[in-house]
């Protein structure tokens, strides 16, 4: 790998893990501050916003200028939105300028390894980029909990400043202080990211004209008959797990008795699993045989439903970690594939625009669908079968559809041969 692919390891760890940790300190602060339940539910559809609302422009940006910039860029955004959840903005509101920084940061940090490596390494790169980016998960929960927790949090409100009312005098507003610094630390490592050499499109003078580009560009890859599979897989998954870290939170209280501090303990041992799933299969697949993956996705949907069956946590720990190792082999491979066909087909900004637009839409309905049911009495219990059962079933429908594509449509067959080609010249 090439050296500016750690430095964008490194930016994207700091940056992910600071996200992660500041949802766990967003869940606390609404229950410390008496907001319901819907409100906490709610955080995740409102981190996927600006996902949807600014997909068509996002993506163009990106594609405008140094990735390394766009990306300092979007970690200030971040910062922007934890100084206004700091000082007294509702913290739906503050977590969804977070997640506005998070909606630029995307396209730039997967467009980027499109620029910097062949093909051939994509599925590798894209491994090791959710490898890590698990692991920051993994970190950011555990952080965040801790930072929440009695001990540290006593720690932190023990510091007094002469002369200064910082306004920080509870757990999540401190835990909230120092994740700024997290920001930061990613902002520095952004601005060590190397000029790829890649010439730069540049944005048109009327905005609205990106609209129908846009769209052009999500209708291109829903046609393209690898990357309709691809979109789909990847769509599909990360809408499920998107909502499943804030599920897990809430089973965990329900099953098991947890805090908010013990419970991000068991996201972040799904994460752990989707990290080794992650690695494994940046060294076990080739980007030619992504599709084969699909029956895993199947599978991950009965085992969320098998969530429903367990009341301890020798049990939930290793069951999760198998969990989270399924849907790490599953998306790695089709990531990959997706980002190629995207790259192929309209530059590696755009494509990535509309993954994440397809990506957060379905984050933001199946969100918006649990904290409404939630807000009318629905158990953590019933919306755990109702995402298994989504998840096997859809994921069993789309292998139906590329075994559909792979019988009638010939140049599938002769685009995957192509790949694999190319795969063994560059090793």
Request: net charge negative; charged share 10%; aromatic share 10%.
């Given at each position: 790998m090439k050296r500016g692919f750690y430095t964008i390891m490194a930016a994207q760890f700091f940056s992910s893990l600071a996200d992660n940790a500041l949802f766990v300190a967003a869940v606390e602060l609404i229950r410390t501050g008496g907001g319901a339940e819907w409100q906490r539910a709610a955080l995740v559809p409102i981190f996927a916003l600006f996902y949807v609302v600014l997909a068509p422009f996002v993506g163009a940006y990106a594609d405008s200028r140094p990735k390394g910039q766009v990306m300092f860029v979007s970690n200030a955004i971040k910062v922007v939105g934890c100084l206004m959840m700091l000082?007294?903005?509702?913290?739906?509101?503050?977590?969804?300028?977070?997640?506005?920084?998070?909606?630029?940061?995307?396209?730039?940090?997967?467009?980027?390894?499109?620029?910097?490596?062949?093909?051939?390494?994509?599925?590798k790169a894209n491994g090791w980029i959710e490898g890590l980016t698990i692991a920051s998960i993994i970190l950011g929960v555990l952080v965040g909990g801790q930072l929440v927790g009695v001990r540290v949090s006593e720690f932190l409100l023990g510091f007094d400043f002469p002369f200064i009312?910082?306004?920080?005098?509870?757990?999540p507003e401190a835990a909230i202080a120092v994740l700024i610094f997290l920001y930061a630390i990613a902002a520095w490592f952004n601005t060590r990211i190397p000029d790829t050499g890649v010439a730069m499109r540049a944005l048109p003078k009327n905005f609205l004209a990106l609209l129908p580009d846009f769209w052009h560009c999500n209708t291109r890859l829903w046609k393209d008959r690898l990357g309709q599979i691809s979109l789909a897989t990847t769509t599909l998954f990360w809408g499920v797990s998107g909502n499943l870290r804030y599920i897990v939170l809430a089973w965990s209280a329900v099953a098991l008795g947890y805090s908010t501090t013990q419970a991000s303990s068991l996201v972040g041992v799904v994460a752990i699993g989707t990290a080794v799933g992650a690695v494994v299969a940046s060294v076990r697949m080739k980007l030619h045989h992504a599709t084969r993956v699909m029956p895993l996705g199947i599978a991950m949907g009965v085992l969320i439903m098998g969530m429903n069956f367990i009341d301890n946590v020798w049990v939930a720990a290793p069951f999760l970690i198998l969990l989270g190792a399924l849907g790490g082999f599953l998306v790695v491979p089709m990531n990959a594939l997706l980002q190629h066909r995207g790259h192929n087909l309209m530059g590696a900004g755009r494509s990535i625009a509309v993954q994440n637009f397809n990506e957060q839409a379905c984050i933001l309905l199946l969100g918006g669908l649990y904290s409404f049911s939630t807000g009318l009495g629905l158990s953590a219990f019933a919306a755990i079968t109702a995402f298994g059962f989504l998840i096997a079933s859809m994921m069993w429908l789309i292998k139906r559809w590329h075994e559909r594509n792979l019988r009638n449509h010939s140049a599938v067959m002769k685009h995957l041969t192509d790949v694999a080609r190319n795969d063994q010249l560059h090793g």
């Open positions: 000082f007294g903005t509702h913290p739906l509101l503050s977590y969804a300028i977070v997640g506005l920084g998070a909606a630029a940061y995307s396209p730039a940090k997967y467009g980027i390894l499109t620029e910097l490596l062949p093909a051939s390494q994509l599925v009312d910082t306004g920080v005098d509870s757990p």
